[in-house]
């Protein structure tokens, strides 16, 4: 966090002039921790924030740019397309330990692999993941730790281990790969021609690793669970999400059905599996974001209302934990999870999804630090959910509905917590009957 004062707001009027206001910015925030949390060197911090240099735009613009059409479909059918593999390459009955992990290395796996291409350290040595979640928890101590190396000293080596062996990935110029992404190929060739270290180059590249799990895959998590926690829904869901999913009329030459799935019909075609995700997001996205006030500022609480005053060099935060889950917003059940509460159709007449007021969710943040990796999140979720809904029955170890465990807070640098330690997460999963003889293909078109 930068100097000075610290405002806080809670009301949705607030939240949302806080949000649409282009005088508040977390580019400060981000520039004074993204040295500390990944290994990048003072002289490259200086040449991105340098506006004489103009990378911290083109950065900017190449995020935003790669993770929007053609491209956005190229990175989602990637993710997805390893997503399948793995899901197809699963025995008919799966005992899992732990359901937390399970989840979170198949889609780590398939993050890196859509990310820099099937030829990545992180799938050539599995342990890798586990240094990036276990750097992942312990994140705090490098942001506002003095000397995390002492700290967090294992932290430190695990997250050492991680950029070491991107140093090595880029040197062997496998970041050139047809199967990289354009976000990653763009991310290095930007740095590359502003004349950054190799080091800098995969501190940075570390980063927008970063970026693209932390959130997303603690989201999936507890989508899952919620889902799975309740039977009607999934009786439900099973029977919309068919209607993107088509057989192919002949088996292929290895005697396996050919089941391919029109990611861009969802939305159209799922619409509880869409209100579902976000009032999974609702219910489990807790964190906090920051702005800075880069010029003296009026934010109102609506036409005709209070008026404050935001001095220039001070901080202005909101909580989604409190925005989420207000009664005064949500309702009496604003705790519970509802999967209809987004649907598009509330069964009032004239009444439609405008009935969420602006400011009271912001799961993606908004404005101009609107997350440009939501289109690609949402996308690999939806996948994966309706890939797991069609082929298998899911209980947990003693073959009964799984129930949703207690979740830690969140950490400062995260904005969703993880299940308790401790928690019993073991899984059982059995294929469906006339599931067991088929193999997941996805169309973005």
Not at 82 to 108: A, G, H, I, M, T
Not at 343 to 359: F, L, Q, W, Y
Not at 434 to 441: P, S
């Amino acid at each position: 966090m930068m100097g000075g004062k610290v405002y806080f707001v809670a009301s949705p009027e607030l939240v949302n002039a806080m949000i649409k206001s282009r005088s508040l910015s977390f580019d400060p925030v981000l520039r004074s921790t993204i040295a500390k949390l990944f290994t990048i060197s003072k002289e490259g911090v200086r040449k991105y924030v340098d506006p004489s240099i103009g990378l911290e735009t083109r950065w900017t613009k190449n995020f935003y740019g790669c993770l929007n059409g053609v491209q956005l479909k190229e990175i989602n059918k990637a993710v997805l397309t390893d997503v399948f593999r793995q899901l197809d390459e699963l025995p008919d009955e799966v005992n899992v330990d732990d359901s937390w992990l399970w989840l979170r290395d198949k889609l780590s796996f398939a993050s890196t692999a859509a990310m820099l291409g099937r030829d990545n350290p992180f799938c050539a040595h599995p342990s890798l993941v586990d240094d990036y979640w276990y750097v992942d928890n312990k994140l705090v101590h490098f942001a506002l730790g003095p000397a995390p190396w002492m700290t967090a000293p294992s932290a430190w080596m695990a997250r050492n281990r991680i950029h070491h062996a991107l140093i090595q990935y880029t040197k062997e110029k496998k970041h050139d790969a047809d199967d990289v992404s354009a976000l990653w190929k763009g991310s290095y060739d930007l740095l590359h021609e502003f004349g950054f270290s190799e080091s800098d180059i995969a501190a940075f590249l570390q980063a927008t690793l970063q970026a693209a799990l932390f959130n997303t895959i603690p989201t999936f998590n507890w989508y899952f669970v919620h889902i799975w926690s309740d039977p009607s829904l999934v009786f439900r869901l099973r029977e919309e999400v068919s209607g993107v999913v088509a057989e192919s009329l002949e088996l292929r030459g290895d005697g396996k059905r050919e089941m391919t799935m029109n990611m861009a019909k969802i939305e159209e075609r799922c619409p509880l599996l869409v209100a579902a995700f976000h009032e999974n997001l609702r219910t489990v996205a807790e964190g906090a974001f920051n702005r800075v006030v880069m010029e003296d500022t009026i934010i109102s609480n609506g036409k005709g209302g209070q008026e404050y005053l935001l001095k220039k060099g001070n901080n202005l935060m909101a909580s989604q934990s409190i925005i989420h889950v207000s009664e005064e917003h949500w309702g009496s059940q604003a705790g519970g999870f509802d999967p209809t509460r987004f649907s598009k159709d509330t069964g009032v007449p004239g009444e439609s999804e405008s009935h969420i007021k602006p400011g009271t969710y912001v799961p993606f943040g908004g404005g101009k630090h609107l997350c440009p990796g939501r289109h690609f999140a949402s996308m690999e979720i939806w996948g994966m959910m309706i890939a797991l809904l069609l082929s298998f029955d899911i209980t947990d170890a003693e073959g009964r509905t799984l129930t949703v465990p207690e979740r830690t807070m969140p950490t400062m640098t995260s904005g969703i917590g993880r299940p308790v330690a401790g928690t019993d997460l073991r899984l059982k999963l059995s294929r469906r009957k006339d599931w067991n003889n088929i193999t997941w293909k996805v169309d973005m078109a």
